[in-house]
């Protein structure tokens, strides 16, 4: 089992800044991929990030350029830096561990808000 809490949400401004942290605890080991899902109001939960085993990153159009993931192995923490936010991210953020051959972890979500 792997336990996942999510951190670092709030409400900001148009053009801030956020740092959202994922702290895994539990039988943390075989991770395939570690990544960030959003869900706004009325829509469907979408992807955002990823980081691989082998420390490959990938992020979904709507934030290259401006959203960056991390992992902190001797913390066992995740992170998505987010700069220059957009009222469209506005979200539930989720950060999910995708074990090899095995289930999938998600956390129970950090709510971010952009708005003036």
């Known amino acids: 089992q792997v336990q996942l809490v999510e951190s670092g949400g709030d409400l900001v401004q148009p053009g801030g800044s956020l740092r959202l942290s994922c702290a895994a605890s539990?039988?943390?080991?075989?991770?395939?991929?570690m990544g960030w899902y959003r869900q706004a109001p009325g829509k469907e939960r979408e992807w955002v990030a990823v980081i691989t085993d082998g420390g490959r990153t990938d992020y979904a159009d709507s934030v290259k350029g401006r959203f960056t993931i991390s992992g902190d192995n001797t913390k066992n923490t995740m992170y998505l830096q987010m700069n220059s936010l957009k009222p469209e991210d506005t979200a539930v953020y989720y950060c999910?561990?995708?074990?090899?051959?095995?289930?999938?972890?998600w956390g129970q979500g950090t709510q971010v808000t952009v708005a003036s």
């Open positions: 539990g039988s943390i080991f075989s991770i395939k991929s």
């Open positions: 999910n561990y995708q074990i090899v051959l095995g289930p999938s972890y």
